[in-house]
């Protein structure tokens, strides 16, 4: 199968050649010719697998030939930059052009953009909202509207804001949402804002690549970075390691530095410009190593990574499957590694139900600082009484994990009644009334 034989006009096929595009991926083959028809669509893809141009091809050649105005919504800055970067590659050759929209870049800029009349804007949510406040944009030329990432922007809250944008766009639009789970709000969301939706999968919902090769350690805590050290020494390709807190991430590229790796690190404790530059050099291979949080990862999309390490188990399942889809892209095997401390059994047990795949403990490569009683064994490791799917990191308690904020936590403002998981018990030290 090629481009060829998916609908697309010879100018746009001519500008994929020019581009590199040889073969369309399973998402591309599946939902550019129903895009093209004007149908909606939900398709379910993890990030890397070609969703942009899935929806680039078809929205620049409907607008092309129409008219009309495209808008991309999406959750993180870095992922508006870098699908911004793909649109401007396309839309360049057409004499379309286009506008980017997100929060810590100048608003008067911004405005100078649209003034320009742009044929598609790319947006976060927060920040398009705050220029329809300023009644600096009119989303009523909107005609194809795609929603990128809507699990993310669902767990990061943007929930009212997107349906407070979809409320503003024409009806006779077309849209096309795509996300690697789909949550019951989301699914409602689609139900109300949709018309009759063609629904596509690139990958079954909520699993990870069979390409992606996963294992487990069981490792006292003080023991990570060694585990880690080791790790890196057996492995020649760039990695991409997972920290639930923001300083975490800080002291992991720290001591990666220390002994020698070309490590960086990237949270949200760092400027849009710092967060570039780090992004950038992983890219360019500059850096071997990034060191990330969930929250400032959801804006890497970046092909060639050969391994994935949860330094940290993160807090929901839903993060374990963003996080280890970041390798065994483009046809390529790729391996994720998970460290779970040994009283993290029902954190593994959650991901296992989530994913349907069972994570083994492996043999410890190196000796531990501390004895384990039982090595390679989780404690409490068992079936969870009720079906994982939101928070499931909590200590007894309610409480958070100790080390501060996880990275994956969901952001102040988010939706009420989604806080994590069941409200606290009452402690014995607790006054009842």
């Given at each position: ?12 096929l001519a ?5 590199g ?7 591309q ?9 004007g ?20 929205m ?120 690697a ?13 949709m ?12 699993r ?17 970075i ?8 057996e ?12 300083f975490?991430?800080?002291?992991i ?21 710092q ?37 940290d ?12 889809g ?18 993290q ?23 531990t ?10 404690i ?17 308690g ?36």
């Amino acid at each position: 199968m090629d481009f060829e034989s998916l609908g697309i006009s010879p100018k746009i096929l001519a500008v994929l050649t020019a581009a590199g595009f040889k073969k369309p991926t399973p998402i591309q083959h599946q939902a550019i010719p129903i895009a093209l028809t004007g149908q909606d669509i939900v398709g379910l893809a993890q990030t890397g697998t070609g969703k942009t141009i899935a929806f680039a091809v078809p929205m620049l050649q409907r607008i092309s030939r129409e008219g009309g105005q495209g808008l991309v919504l999406l959750p993180t800055r870095e992922l508006a930059l870098q699908v911004d970067e793909e649109y401007q590659k396309l839309a360049k050759r057409f004499g379309l052009r286009t506008a980017i929209l997100i929060g810590g870049a100048s608003m008067n800029v911004q405005h100078a953009q649209l003034k320009r009349r742009p044929h598609v804007i790319v947006a976060t949510p927060g920040r398009l909202i705050d220029l329809m406040e300023r009644r600096w944009i009119a989303l009523d030329k909107v005609n194809v509207l795609v929603l990128d990432e809507a699990d993310r922007m669902l767990d990061m809250g943007f929930m009212p804001q997107i349906r407070r944008i979809l409320k503003q766009v024409s009806v006779e639009r077309q849209t096309m949402l795509f996300s690697a789970t789909m949550p019951s709000e989301i699914e409602k969301l689609a139900q109300q804002f949709m018309r009759t939706p063609e629904r596509i999968e690139a990958a079954r919902a909520g699993r990870a690549s069979d390409l992606v090769e996963q294992s487990l350690f069981v490792v006292p805590k003080p023991d990570k970075i060694r585990l880690l050290k080791y790790l890196l020494k057996e492995e020649s390709g760039t990695v991409l390691v997972f920290s639930r807190t923001k300083f975490g991430a800080k002291r992991i590229a720290r001591d990666l530095v220390r002994v020698g790796e070309s490590a960086t690190e990237i949270h949200s404790n760092l400027t849009l410009a710092q967060r570039r530059k780090a992004l950038d050099g992983f890219k360019s291979g500059k850096y071997r190593v990034l060191v990330a949080t969930d929250i400032a990862a959801r804006g890497i999309d970046v092909t060639g990574i050969s391994l994935v390490v949860n330094f940290d188990l993160p807090e929901a399942a839903e993060d374990y499957i963003h996080r280890i889809g970041r390798t065994g892209r483009a046809e390529c095997q790729g391996k994720a590694i998970s460290f779970a401390e040994p009283d993290q059994g029902l954190l593994v047990t959650a991901i296992e139900h989530r994913t349907q795949v069972q994570l083994r403990p492996q043999k410890l490569p190196i000796t531990t600082s501390m004895p384990i009683e039982r090595p390679n064994t989780l404690i409490n490791k068992r079936k969870p009484a009720r079906r994982p799917g939101p928070k499931f990191g909590r200590r007894p308690g309610g409480g958070q994990p100790s080390g501060g904020r996880p990275g994956g936590a969901r952001p102040s403002g988010g939706r009420p009644g989604r806080g994590g998981g069941r409200p606290p018990r009452p402690s014995s030290h607790r006054r009842r009334k």
